[in-house]
């Protein structure tokens, strides 16, 4: 079994979680946000 990859190059994109977060927090509601920060009971 082979497995390919792209040899296309680009950018990487990276993700701050932290500002992630607060903007998705400004956004949702308090208990939805806490539920889903909480785990969602993991």
Known sequence: M???TSTEEHP???V???SLEER???RME???FG???G???D
Do not use: D
């Open 39 to 41: 785990g969602a009971e």
């Open 16 to 18: 701050n979680i932290a």
């Open 24 to 26: 998705v927090r400004a």
């Open 30 to 32: 308090r208990g939805a």
């Open 12 to 14: 990487i994109e990276i």
């Open 2 to 4: 082979a497995y390919y």
């Open 35 to 37: 539920y889903i920060r």
